[in-house]
């Protein structure tokens, strides 16, 4: 791969290019998908050469074509292709193996962009995403919570006031008070000081790795545009001047989970001293000293809610505002209650003793409820959003049918990705609370262990894991039963073929493992509601009883008793098995890079969102890429006037669609999309309705010179775009031929593969499609078409 001079597009105006007229040139732009691809196998081209970009992105031509604009007669017969290689966004350098830790913040942020699509209720669409921001901010709280309760309560409340405990870590020696020679480090409130710098290092840690990729992904300004009208909520925002620059409201919420982690870390040490301190016969400086303590973590955590509350994203304007006081000063002022705290929990306080455990229950009870709460309320509000959206409109605006029914889950797919986000979280923490208490402790029962409600969640996952093998079960059969039909439906594609059972089954498989990608939204319901109810048992359980399940469960019908122990036996190992796995797998991929492309194809499809809901989530990668797809696209067009066809496969052809949505209306009235494999309505219309629904999707096909859409039976991620009205056909190719050959033909003298998702290129079709979009490119008047000079409304469509 070679490195070709480049100018700098943003230095100013593009100047036309020497050569001939303009039109006798034409790009094809290609972006790839998931899992990512080299220029090389895009291209199809040993030898290519990066025109513009960098080691993490960039766009690449062939070596032969590096100067095509010079040129353009040695290429009438035929596009210059261009490849974007964005794949280094998500799986570059060993540090993208620490995302795992980040997983339920991701989860959590995808549930913001899933609220159902409205029309005109901006108060409901702002308590939509306040909920879920709520949402994401106890998750950082159980985050640091599950640390404080592992350095904390386990190792330094439990184990070092232990003697049994300490004989067998003597690395926590020197915390035991029941030595002869017990040092200074020996007094309760000074082992918890000491060991909430574990806690505090991993809320620097989260700071760090989201202050580093807002420095890389958030400072990638997209092209200058005017600001427009205050938000409206229907339609897709994905066209707004600020949607891929959410550098402010990261760095606010940053600042606020920042000191949300450190005053949790606060509140943990300053507990257990307060208490003391509260106690009869304490004495009365240090209660007064605990008093104006608690009183300024709770000032501490109002001031946090308030931040996390006020209005989030400003997508109608590009938002440069910096908030450099409050970014700085509110985790620094967190950090120094933090220091004051630590300081107090050391003084010395003569027969204070370590006994029982810390107040773990009340937090991990109290969090888990107020997690329940804040899904409920979610539903109720994606409930009311989706009831009142009248769906499609027409050209003047009024509404034209009811709310898409293919909107996944009616409109709660984002409260229950919500649901699985908490669950996700609560997993994570008791199975590193439960995995450090067995290391301690192991099976000699010589310190109290974790709190009661963690045994109880673990001991849900059981009964959860039946319910998701009954669901399979039933999507089995249904599988089962959809394979003998569509095996009719093969020897009807493939007429005149001798019949080869074993062949038609396996296309009429492939064609039904495929269709189980919309039966997602039916799992996710099933677990998110069955996770709720679960999750609620074991808070009241836990709270009702204070014991563990099968504690709590002696004396009771020998069935229940059984249940409930082998329940907690099997939630432990099961638990355990994940944490185990978890750790494998992101060591796995620290060291070796084909696990970390494997790690990155998670990311492509949970990271292309802003950080709206959860600053310590990982990076949007969109945020660079789409800015990169724009000005490519605008600076080519302006300085060559030529036709570009932008081609997206998978992934790449959501890149491609939020990219032309970013280009202003004259430049995205010239430009041709050809789309395959695309997950455009199949996953993100259904999942994401307010920014892919239909009737986003059919503006987007207004405001482009045209557009095509490829796709085959057999693709489990692509699908059809299913555009209302005259616009579909327009839209969707036929479904193609997937294999190209049911038997042995001239043409195919060896037996044909079944595709898929991938190879979309080899199809005849994908180059007759893309030389007509070429042909109408031709044709197309370089102005404003007749929709475009009506008035805009808030989307960025045309309101005529």
């Given at each position: 791969m070679e490195r070709a001079p480049e100018r700098n597009a943003g230095d100013g105006p593009a100047r036309p290019l020497p050569g001939p007229p303009a039109a006798d040139i034409a790009l094809e732009l290609l972006v790839h998908g998931v899992g990512?691809?080299?220029?090389?196998?895009?291209?199809?081209?040993?030898?290519?050469?990066?025109?513009?970009?960098?080691?993490?992105?960039?766009?690449?031509?062939?070596?032969?074509?590096?100067?095509?604009?010079?040129?353009?007669?040695?290429?009438r017969g035929a596009p210059v292709r261009e490849a974007y290689v964005w794949c280094n966004l998500t799986s570059g350098n060993g540090a993208r193996a620490l995302w795992l830790l980040l997983l339920?913040?991701?989860?959590?942020?995808?549930?913001?962009?899933?609220?159902?699509?409205?029309?005109?209720?901006?108060?409901?669409?702002?308590?939509?995403?306040?909920?879920?921001?709520?949402?994401?901010?106890?998750?950082?709280?159980?985050?640091?919570?599950?640390?404080?309760?592992?350095?904390?309560?386990?190792?330094?409340?439990?184990?070092?006031?232990?003697?049994?405990?300490?004989?067998?870590?003597?690395?926590?020696?020197?915390?035991?008070?029941?030595?002869?020679?017990?040092?200074?480090?020996?007094?309760?409130?000074?082992?918890?000081?000491?060991?909430?710098?574990?806690?505090?290092?991993?809320?620097?840690?989260?700071?760090?790795?989201?202050?580093?990729?807002?420095?890389?992904?958030?400072?990638?300004?997209?092209?200058?545009?005017?600001?427009?009208?205050?938000?409206?909520?229907?339609?897709?925002?994905?066209?707004?001047?600020?949607?891929?620059?959410?550098?402010?409201?990261?760095?606010?919420?940053?600042?606020?989970?920042?000191?949300?982690?450190?005053?949790?870390?606060?509140?943990a040490v300053a507990a257990p001293a307060t208490r003391h301190d509260h106690a009869p016969g304490g004495p009365a400086p240090l209660d007064a000293l605990a008093t104006l303590l608690d009183a300024a973590l709770v000032l501490g955590a109002a001031v946090v809610l308030w931040v996390v509350c006020r209005r989030g994203r400003s997508e109608n304007r590009i938002d440069r505002g910096r908030d450099v006081t409050l970014v700085r000063l509110l985790p620094q002022g967190a950090i120094v209650l933090l220091v004051l705290t630590l300081v107090y929990a050391g003084w010395s306080r003569p027969g204070w003793q370590a006994t029982g455990r810390l107040a773990g229950d009340a937090t991990f009870g109290g969090l888990a409820l107020v997690q329940g709460l804040l899904v409920v309320a979610l539903g109720v509000v994606a409930h009311v959003l989706y009831r009142t959206n009248p769906g499609t409109r027409t050209a003047a605006g009024e509404p034209a049918g009811p709310a898409d029914p293919r909107t996944a889950m009616r409109g709660l797919a984002g409260p229950a990705v919500a649901m699985l986000a908490c669950a996700l979280g609560g997993v994570m923490s008791g199975g590193v609370s439960g995995r450090v208490a067995d290391w301690l402790d192991g099976t000699r029962h010589s310190i109290p262990g974790p709190p009661v409600l963690l045994t109880w969640q673990?001991?849900?996952?059981?009964?959860?894991?039946?319910?998701?093998?009954?669901?399979?079960?039933?999507?089995?059969?249904?599988?089962?039963?959809?394979?003998?039909?569509?095996?009719?439906?093969?020897?009807?594609?493939?007429?005149?073929?001798?019949?080869?059972?074993?062949?038609?089954?396996?296309?009429?498989?492939?064609?039904?493992?495929?269709?189980?990608?919309?039966?997602?939204?039916?799992?996710?319901?099933?677990?998110?509601?069955?996770?709720?109810?679960?999750?609620?048992?074991?808070?009241?359980?836990?709270?009702?009883?204070?014991a563990t399940?099968?504690?709590?469960?002696?004396?009771?019908?020998?069935?229940?008793?059984?249940?409930?122990?082998?329940?907690?036996?099997?939630?432990?190992?099961?638990?355990?098995?994940?944490?185990?796995?978890?750790?494998?797998?992101?060591?796995?991929?620290?060291?070796?890079?084909?696990?970390?492309?494997?790690?990155?194809?998670?990311w492509d499809v949970g990271t292309f969102w802003p950080r709206a809901a959860h600053p310590f989530a990982p990076p949007c990668y969109a945020e660079r890429a789409v800015p990169d797809l724009t000005w490519r696209m605008a600076t080519w067009t302006r300085a060559t006037g030529g036709r570009l066809v932008l081609s997206g496969h998978s992934q790449g052809s959501v890149l491609a669609a939020a990219a032309a949505w970013q280009l202003r209306p004259e430049t995205r009235g010239r430009i041709a999309l050809l789309t395959y494999g695309s997950p455009l309505e199949r996953l993100y219309g259904r999942w994401f309705p307010a920014h892919f629904g239909p009737a986003a999707l059919a503006a987007l096909h207004r405001e482009i010179a045209c557009w095509r859409n490829l796709y085959r039976p057999t693709d489990p991620i692509g699908g059809p775009v299913r555009l209302p009205g005259d616009c579909g056909p327009e839209v969707d190719h036929a479904p193609l031929k997937d294999p190209l050959a049911y038997g042995r033909t001239e043409r195919q003298p060896l037996p044909a593969p079944v595709l898929g998702h991938s190879d979309y290129q080899a199809d005849p079709a994908f180059a007759a499609e893309r030389e007509l979009l070429l042909a109408r490119l031709r044709t197309e008047v370089p102005a404003q078409r007749p929709h475009e000079q009506g008035p805009q409304d808030g989307s960025g469509r045309s309101s005529g």
């Open positions: 990512g691809a080299t220029p090389e196998a895009m291209l199809k081209d040993p030898r290519t050469v990066r025109v513009t970009g960098d080691a993490t992105a960039a766009v690449f031509r062939r070596a032969a074509d590096v100067h095509a604009e010079e040129h353009p007669e040695a290429h339920p913040f991701m989860v959590v942020n995808l549930a913001h962009w899933m609220r159902p699509a409205s029309h005109r209720h901006p108060r409901t669409v702002r308590l939509y995403g306040l909920l879920v921001r709520l949402a994401g901010l106890t998750l950082t709280v159980l985050f640091v919570a599950a640390a404080c309760e592992v350095a904390l309560d386990l190792a330094a409340w439990q184990c070092a006031g232990t003697r049994v405990c300490v004989r067998n870590h003597s690395w926590l020696g020197f915390l035991s008070p029941d030595r002869p020679d017990a040092g200074w480090w020996s007094a309760p409130g000074r082992r918890l000081a000491l060991a909430a710098l574990v806690p505090a290092a991993l809320t620097a840690l989260l700071w760090y790795l989201s202050h580093r990729t807002w420095s890389a992904y958030e400072s990638q300004q997209p092209m200058s545009r005017p600001a427009e009208p205050e938000e409206e909520t229907d339609g897709t925002g994905l066209g707004r001047p600020g949607f891929w620059y959410g550098r402010r409201l990261v760095a606010r919420l940053r600042a606020a989970h920042t000191a949300a982690g450190f005053l949790t870390v606060a509140a673990a001991s849900a996952i059981p009964p959860l894991l039946l319910i998701l093998l009954a669901v399979l079960a039933r999507l089995s059969r249904r599988t089962l039963r959809l394979r003998r039909r569509e095996m009719s439906a093969v020897e009807r594609d493939y007429p005149g073929e001798p019949k080869d059972t074993t062949r038609t089954r396996r296309i009429a498989s492939t064609r039904v493992m495929a269709g189980l990608t919309d039966r997602a939204p039916f799992v996710v319901g099933v677990l998110s509601f069955a996770t709720l109810l679960l999750g609620a048992g074991a808070v009241a359980g836990a709270f009702a009883t204070g399940p099968s504690a709590a469960a002696r004396g009771r019908h020998a069935l229940v008793h059984g249940g409930a122990e082998t329940a907690q036996a099997l939630g432990s190992w099961l638990i355990g098995l994940g944490f185990i796995l978890f750790v494998t797998w992101g060591r796995r991929a620290y060291k070796d890079p084909a696990a970390r492309r494997t790690i990155g194809i998670l």
